[in-house]
């Protein structure tokens, strides 16, 4: 069976993206509330069995077929409800680098979260098991996945509160499972995250006019 990279997301997803706590209140809406603007780039390396509390791929037996690397860019949007929770919709192409070299694209949603540390440190993080996404093109258009949860990252927000950039803490072990017809079918990654992320501007007053 041909080995598949699939979206992070991503990584991604992939990531991803809740307003911080420096936007403050406009227009009326609940605090921080509105809608952002993301695009991110993606890096990782996929195993089939796992991996170590290194973050070495397993191999039983010691005869395995290599890991696989892919890239990937995304974009997307995310409305936030003003208290750390937000729906993210997006969508991503994504180019296998490593033997047997493939591309594809999906679209996604997944709910985030955000926490503010009391020495002001932010982090973003994916509600466990919230990633549903589909196929678009490539050699398994057409099916659905899930992802379990993905790296969480580290905020930094400009002074004015409309600009935030972001990246990946720590490797944390994702699992993404791939709907086939013949079952469901788990793939292991390890990824890191860059984003960078723009207000849009009020769900309310997009709403309203």
Not at 66 to 95: L, M
Not at 132 to 154: E, F, K, N, R
Request: proline share 7%.
């Amino acid at each position: 069976m041909k080995k598949i990279s699939i979206l992070t997301t991503i990584a991604v997803f992939l990531g991803s993206l809740v307003i911080p706590a420096w936007a403050g209140d406009h227009h009326g809406t609940a605090p921080h509330a509105g809608k952002w603007a993301w695009t991110a780039y993606t890096s990782c390396i996929q195993s089939d069995y796992g991996f170590d509390g290194t973050f070495t791929p397993l191999c039983p037996g010691g005869s395995c077929l290599p890991p696989t690397t892919y890239t990937s860019s995304q974009q997307g949007v995310s409305i936030s409800d003003g208290w750390g929770h937000a729906t993210v919709h997006g969508s991503g192409v994504f180019t296998q680098t490593s033997p047997p070299q493939y591309a594809y694209s999906t679209d996604f949603s997944f709910q985030t979260t955000t926490s503010i540390a009391p020495d002001g440190t932010i982090t973003r993080s994916m509600v466990p098991n919230s990633l549903t996404g589909t196929i678009l093109t490539g050699p398994y258009a057409g099916l659905t996945l899930t992802q379990d949860l993905w790296s969480p990252v580290s905020v930094r927000v400009s002074d004015d509160g409309k600009t935030q950039t972001a990246t990946t803490i720590a490797p944390v072990v994702e699992t993404i499972t791939l709907n086939l017809p013949a079952g469901p079918f788990n793939i292991y990654q390890i990824c890191n995250v860059s984003q960078v992320l723009i207000r849009l501007g009020d769900v309310e007053w997009e709403q309203n006019n």
